[in-house]
């Protein structure tokens, strides 16, 4: 009970270091997807994801908004709007 | 790359909370965002150390999912410090809805690729809140 409570909801600090897959994993999109719309951003899927660099992606919606998703330094999601 | 199917993006509208609520409601209270069908008795409360293992595990969502969520989650624990902390003017009733929001977010992104471990994560809905609620449980986390 004494754990931490983050590690409660979602614990996935130990493959959270290096965020690093193929953009061509046909499960890629989906996370971004699921990734842009947790930021209250607008995307109804990704059709597109090109891979910039370690946990560092591209991603071209359907409706035509593209993102820059990427880990930073302080180990935090970021998504820009491009 | 084309993924099968496009991710959920659901609109996210808590529950109204009211503004003098500053206890959780009763455990057996039926609450927005179950996952829990119709009919079905609810899953049993996990343990927290099965819990963690299980979202470890999960393949429902990506790493970026799930390191979006953990910042989330990080984010409303620094929010209930501060509370605690009486460095906020948040109620607790206002961290009530950020956390039903956060909930909402975990079980929109789990229901459909991992619905027992949704199921699982809505009947511990009153559990991790009672544990959030109280200085002295939140202060062993």
Redesign the interface.
């Known amino acids: ?16 270091g290096s ?1 690093s ?1 193929a ?17 209250g951003l ?8 090109k891979r910039n660099g370690d946990s560092d992606y591209t991603a071209t919606c ?1 409706d035509g908004n593209r993102y820059h ?1 990427f ?1 930073n330094p302080q ?3 970021v998504v820009q709007k491009l | ?10 609109a996210q509208t808590p529950r109204p909370v009211p503004k003098t609520a500053a206890s959780p409601p009763a455990p057996t209270a039926p609450r927005a965002g179950a996952v829990v069908a119709p009919g079905r008795p609810a899953a049993p409360a996990l343990d ?2 099965s ?2 293992q299980r ?2 595990d999960t393949k429902a ?14 984010d409303l ?1 620094g929010r209930f410090r501060d509370f605690y902390g009486k460095k906020s003017t948040a109620t607790l009733a206002q961290l009530r809805q950020r956390y039903d929001l ?1 909930l909402l ?2 079980l929109s ?1 789990l229901q459909d690729g991992d619905p027992a471990l949704a199921a699982a ?1 809505s009947a511990s809905r009153e559990t ?1 809140w009672a ?2 609620a109280d200085p002295q ?1 939140f202060a ?2």
Do not use: H, Y
């Open positions: 009970m004494s754990r931490s409570l983050s590690v409660l909801l979602l614990s996935a600090a130990a493959t959270l965020v897959m953009a061509d994993d046909p499960g890629m999109g989906k996370d971004l997807s699921a990734t842009i719309a947790l930021q607008p995307c109804d899927k990704v059709v597109d994801a359907k998703v880990v180990g935090r999601v | 790359m084309r993924p099968k199917t496009p991710a959920p993006n659901r927290l150390v819990l963690e979202l470890r969502i990506g790493v970026f999912t799930k390191l979006s969520l953990k910042n989330q989650v990080d624990l956060l977010k975990v992104v994560i991790i544990i959030l449980k062993t986390l």
